[in-house]
């Protein structure tokens, strides 16, 4: 089967990896997708990412059995076919009409890279990629037999071979895939305000599996502000409800639209190991309990420890950006047991989602003692006596009052708009628990 990969094609200043995915289905239209167009996100701490740092790949052959209609290019009706057989192709010719694609549509800032071959890569090369940084080695035997192509550096080569080792299928207990249905703009008007009405997203957004489309203050998610290709992206769990419902958007209408199945959501990134073994751009998984409580600093960002089972102890971190997550955080007490997910940088841990698993007791101050006198007492200091100043009588120090926290237990993030990619929506979460 024809395999291909490619990656990198944008950079922070415009382009977008998947409008060159839809050119190269277009270019290869002698041949059938067999599976879905896959969009991969890889690591999202790897310092040289592109905005999204995602990776586009697809299976080509000849289609067996019955098709479903997966997308359309300016009216033209994209299939897909679960299974195939093998067809002929010239790897040279293959080669060269992707290149001319990328050297159309990349921007000149960006490394993009392609991988063709004629089988799937192995699944490691993408739980590599995915977690962590992936080595010259481990690349070179990965790709080995592999036709490689890089421009300007060979960076999107990586990303193009990781795209291809992913199964989508691989569960562990959690979810293996998401889809995304993204509708394109037309070429004339890429970089205007796109007529997206919030309605219209209220509309889709409710819909079973459906996530990401809209914050909880209104803020659409799921409309980009670059000035990119891409109308809107509509991501769910369950592809059969994203292509009966994307129409409902608008009231610009996509000129093109395809669905991609995609390792979104899936937390894939995330891995649990002891606190001594974190590197800088893990994203990590770990279950603690709050040794300081949470400070403010300029800015608006929050910063709290917590300790592990083994008593090493690391800080965490909830930005500006993080929005109202970050009033969740303030509320927390030292002891609360909670489960923190986020990427590990310079010794602090960027929270990504919490999960508040119980509460330490509360308590708050009772007011000061009456004295018999009728005037307020005073405290001599910490831990000691209550003073009245006026007649010299002491009281023993009142006891704290046990306060109920309106903090409820469960899984709180930041909202869609400053989520990962690969982040797994709370929203999806408690499906899974
Ligand atoms: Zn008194």
Same mark, same amino acid.
């Given at each position: 089967m024809l395999h291909i990969g490619i990656d990198d094609t944008d950079s922070i200043h415009g382009g977008c990896t998947t409008w060159v995915a839809t050119e190269v289905i277009k270019e290869l239209s002698e041949f059938d997708?067999?599976?879905?167009?896959?969009?991969?996100?890889?690591? /999202?701490?790897?310092?040289?990412? +592109?905005?999204?740092?995602? %990776?586009?790949?697809?299976?080509?052959?000849k289609g067996i059995g019955p098709k479903k209609k997966i997308g359309e290019f300016q009216?033209?009706?994209?299939?897909?076919?679960?299974?195939g057989i093998e067809m002929n192709y010239d790897t040279?010719?293959? =080669?060269?009409?992707?290149?001319?694609?990328i050297t159309k549509h990349s921007h000149p800032d960006s490394q993009p890279g392609i991988v063709i071959s004629d089988l799937f890569l192995p699944e490691g090369l993408y739980w590599q990629g995915v977690t962590g940084i992936v080595s010259k080695e481990i690349l070179e035997d990965a790709i080995e037999g592999a036709t490689v192509l890089g421009f300007r550096g060979s960076r999107g080569v990586y990303g193009a071979a990781c795209s291809l080792a992913w199964s989508g299928n691989t569960n562990n207990g959690a979810i293996s895939h998401t889809w995304e249905l993204i509708g394109y703009r037309e070429e004339k008007k890429w970089g205007t305000f796109r007529e997206i009405s919030s309605e219209s997203v209220k509309e889709v957004s409710d819909k079973e599996g459906v996530f990401s489309c809209i914050d909880l203050d209104g803020k659409i998610a799921m409309v980009p502000n670059s000035p990119c290709p891409v109308l809107w992206g509509f991501r769910g769990t369950d592809d059969s409800t994203l292509i009966h419902n994307?129409?409902?958007?608008?009231?610009?209408?996509?000129?093109?639209? =395809?669905?991609?199945?995609?390792?979104? %959501?899936?937390?894939?990134? =995330?891995?649990?190991?002891?606190? &001594?073994?974190?590197?800088?751009?893990?994203s990590v998984w770990m279950e603690a309990s709050v040794s300081s409580k949470p400070v403010v600093i300029e800015g608006g960002h929050r910063f709290f420890s917590v300790k592990n089972s083994s008593n090493e102890s690391i800080e965490c971190a909830a930005f500006e950006p993080t929005k109202s997550f970050r009033h969740i955080i303030d509320k927390l007490e030292v002891g609360d047991s909670v489960i923190i997910c986020g990427s590990f940088k310079k010794e602090t841990i960027n929270l990504e989602k919490i999960k508040i698993e119980s509460l330490a007791p509360r308590y708050r101050k009772p &007011?000061?003692?009456?004295?018999?006198?009728?005037?307020? +007492?005073?405290?001599?200091?910490?831990?000691?006596?209550?003073?009245?100043?006026?007649?010299?009588?002491?009281?023993?120090?009142?006891?704290?009052?046990?306060?109920?926290?309106?903090?409820?237990?469960?899984?709180?993030? /930041?909202? %869609?708009?400053?989520?990962?990619?690969? &982040?797994? /929506?709370?929203? =999806?979460?408690?499906?899974?628990?």
């Amino acid at each position: 089967m024809l395999h291909i990969g490619i990656d990198d094609t944008d950079s922070i200043h415009g382009g977008c990896t998947t409008w060159v995915a839809t050119e190269v289905i277009k270019e290869l239209s002698e041949f059938d997708l067999i599976g879905h167009p896959r969009l991969v996100r890889l690591n /999202p701490n790897v310092p040289w990412k +592109t905005r999204g740092n995602g %990776a586009v790949s697809f299976t080509f052959g000849k289609g067996i059995g019955p098709k479903k209609k997966i997308g359309e290019f300016q009216g033209v009706e994209i299939f897909n076919f679960e299974k195939g057989i093998e067809m002929n192709y010239d790897t040279d010719s293959i =080669l060269s009409r992707l290149k001319n694609i990328i050297t159309k549509h990349s921007h000149p800032d960006s490394q993009p890279g392609i991988v063709i071959s004629d089988l799937f890569l192995p699944e490691g090369l993408y739980w590599q990629g995915v977690t962590g940084i992936v080595s010259k080695e481990i690349l070179e035997d990965a790709i080995e037999g592999a036709t490689v192509l890089g421009f300007r550096g060979s960076r999107g080569v990586y990303g193009a071979a990781c795209s291809l080792a992913w199964s989508g299928n691989t569960n562990n207990g959690a979810i293996s895939h998401t889809w995304e249905l993204i509708g394109y703009r037309e070429e004339k008007k890429w970089g205007t305000f796109r007529e997206i009405s919030s309605e219209s997203v209220k509309e889709v957004s409710d819909k079973e599996g459906v996530f990401s489309c809209i914050d909880l203050d209104g803020k659409i998610a799921m409309v980009p502000n670059s000035p990119c290709p891409v109308l809107w992206g509509f991501r769910g769990t369950d592809d059969s409800t994203l292509i009966h419902n994307f129409n409902y958007l608008g009231p610009e209408k996509p000129i093109r639209w =395809l669905l991609y199945k995609t390792n979104q %959501a899936t937390d894939d990134h =995330l891995c649990s190991k002891e606190i &001594s073994e974190f590197i800088d751009g893990d994203s990590v998984w770990m279950e603690a309990s709050v040794s300081s409580k949470p400070v403010v600093i300029e800015g608006g960002h929050r910063f709290f420890s917590v300790k592990n089972s083994s008593n090493e102890s690391i800080e965490c971190a909830a930005f500006e950006p993080t929005k109202s997550f970050r009033h969740i955080i303030d509320k927390l007490e030292v002891g609360d047991s909670v489960i923190i997910c986020g990427s590990f940088k310079k010794e602090t841990i960027n929270l990504e989602k919490i999960k508040i698993e119980s509460l330490a007791p509360r308590y708050r101050k009772p &007011s000061n003692p009456l004295c018999k006198c009728g005037k307020r +007492t005073h405290s001599s200091g910490k831990n000691s006596y209550y003073r009245c100043k006026d007649c010299g009588e002491k009281y023993e120090r009142p006891e704290m009052i046990e306060v109920v926290s309106d903090l409820k237990l469960g899984w709180y993030e /930041p909202p %869609a708009s400053s989520r990962r990619h690969l &982040s797994t /929506p709370v929203s =999806l979460i408690s499906k899974h628990e």
